[in-house]
């Protein structure tokens, strides 16, 4: 034996003391170990200390070997069930888990990174919005700034600086601010409008015509537009048929743009937008990007005008993606991911607890465990 303290061998017993220590359960039965732990009294420093143990750490009550057993049970079970198994209390359970999390991801390493994401998530009232930038290659979360905009992502073009990383393209919606800073701070990579968003930002639009045309129509008018927002959103072979037409998804989407010209035009006009993306080159999807823009123009639609504007200073970057093919789907589901984390968990306290957790997130084969 050896002085915890100075590590000398000139050490004599002192008596003992008596301690307890959770372990690994058997089944369901809690397993406590009692021991009796020597004191030691250093003849070289003239400390008097309990003996090191190899199976706990000093001061804590519970063993390694359960330690490890409760961060592999935070992977699928919710802290709460990982105390009652065990016998831990919850913020014992937290506090273990933290700390494992904590040693992981001190740093998040930029280096490789060659293509990004970047989006918003709401958490709630209370928190409001965090940024989250993703590395799109291997799924991690290599950011996540309080708030949204600009000062949430002053850390994380801090920190790509001094990795010296060599962004190639990063991957936003049509939100102003984030695609001013990639452009900003980002000047040689490639900036790619998400097109599932782009196609969003449309349907949006044909559903605020939509409402127009409805307060504008007469009762029968009004009839025909009522509850065809959702069959408007659609995709066309997802429209499902019928022998009743008054329950025939493309009798009742028909009967609606018939009664509306500005409504039939928007909707194809959308449904053109849409299969862009389908176009097996760029120089193919610029013609028809300008084509499409070159009629909006010259519909006379509100609507259709506005987007022209926005899709001619869009052009480039919505174009982008013939060469990254890349996009915000994963950071979407990383987004559903978090939000099903927060509603197990009931939500959380602590800050850098939901941090720590979101970062292992692309690691755990559970990640909807709160």
Known sequence: MVCP????????????????????????????LVIDIPRLFCRACGAIRQARLDFADPKKHYTR???????????????????????????????????????????VSLANVRYIAIDEVYLGRKRKYITIVMDLQSGRVIH????????????????????????????????????????????????????FHLVKWLNDKLSLLRRQLYHQADVLGKEVLKGSRYLLLKAPQNLKPHEDRTRDERARLQAALELNQPLETAY????????????NTVEQAQTELEAWIGQA???????????AKKLTVWKPFILNWYTHRISTS?????????????????????????????????????????
């Open 5 to 32: 303290c100075c590590r000398s061998r000139h050490v004599i017993r002192y008596g003992h003391a008596t301690r307890t220590f959770k372990t690994l359960p058997v089944g369901h039965k809690k397993i406590e």
């Open 65 to 107: 070997s359960l330690e490890r057993f409760v961060i592999d049970l935070c992977r699928v079970m919710t802290i709460a069930d990982v105390a009652a198994l065990t016998g831990l209390s919850w913020d014992t359970v937290k506090e273990i888990d933290k700390a494992y999390l904590r040693g992981q991801y001190t740093s």
């Open 144 to 195: 996540i700034g309080k708030g949204k905009g600009k000062n949430a992502l002053k850390p994380f073009w801090k920190r790509l600086k001094h990795s010296k990383a060599k962004i190639l393209a990063a991957a936003t919606d049509m939100a102003s601010g984030y695609m001013a800073e990639v452009c900003d701070h980002l000047p040689c990579a490639d900036l790619v409008l998400d097109h």
């Open 268 to 279: 194809y006009m959308r449904e053109r937008l849409r299969l862009l993306f389908d176009c």
């Open 297 to 307: 123009q010259s519909s006379g639609i509100g609507i259709l005008m506005e987007a």
């Open 330 to 370: 994963k950071l979407e589901v990383m987004n559903r991911k978090i939000g099903m984390l927060q509603r197990r968990a009931c939500g959380y306290r602590d800050d850098e607890y939901l941090k720590l957790r979101i970062l292992h997130l692309h690691k755990s084969t559970y990640a909807l465990t709160g």
